[in-house]
């Protein structure tokens, strides 16, 4: 029971600690970093009707900083491991945010960290400005383009490009001699 009280307890402090340390950072955060950050609000887990409050490392600490602020007196925590924010643009030119977090969920008076994947899609509108940020990758979280493909861009298309540099250097010295 100590120790689960006394892990109950560091979770809690280094919260405070981060919170703190957030509020004290003046990092720009772009506007598809802001979209992300509202989206992140909403994908929190819920425990017994109370929402987790995201944590991570100090690289996510302007993020986090940005997210709406709910605590409880018993607020479950939410460490992420690795968050990706990918946006495509469509045929029709609106843009598609697809977000995946992966972490670990602390629960109250639980020692034991649950694993945990979310994942959503997000419609944008997005201004030229924002595309313009995204394609030069100015955005700290919210990256441009599209998530890991299929078998062709990831298999076969490399293949052939190899196949076909060497069709290449083949040539010129059948042709040179």
């Not at 003046?26 to 944590?55: C, E, F, K, Y």
């Not at 995204?134 to 890991?148: A, K």
């Amino acid at each position: 029971m100590t120790n689960e009280r006394n892990s109950f307890v560091i979770c809690h402090l280094s919260f405070v600690i981060l919170f703190f340390y957030s509020t004290a950072s003046n990092a720009q955060l772009t506007r598809a970093d802001s979209m992300l950050a509202a989206a992140l609000g909403g994908m929190m887990p819920v425990v017994d009707g109370v929402p987790a409050i995201m944590a991570g490392d100090s690289a996510l600490v302007p993020l986090i900083a940005a997210m709406p602020k709910i605590t409880f007196s018993v607020t479950p925590i939410f460490y992420v491991s690795q968050l990706s924010a990918n946006v495509q643009r469509a045929d029709s030119g609106a843009a598609r945010m697809d977000i995946t977090v992966q972490g670990e969920l602390l629960q109250p008076m639980n020692s034991l960290a649950v694993p945990r994947t979310l994942a959503r899609t997000l419609n944008l509108e997005l201004t030229p400005n924002d595309w313009n940020q995204l394609q030069h990758n100015t955005d700290r979280y919210v990256h441009y383009g599209s998530s890991p493909s299929g078998f062709w861009s990831s298999t076969l298309e490399p293949i052939l490009v190899v196949l076909g540099a060497a069709a290449v250097v083949v040539l010129f010295f059948l042709i040179r001699s």
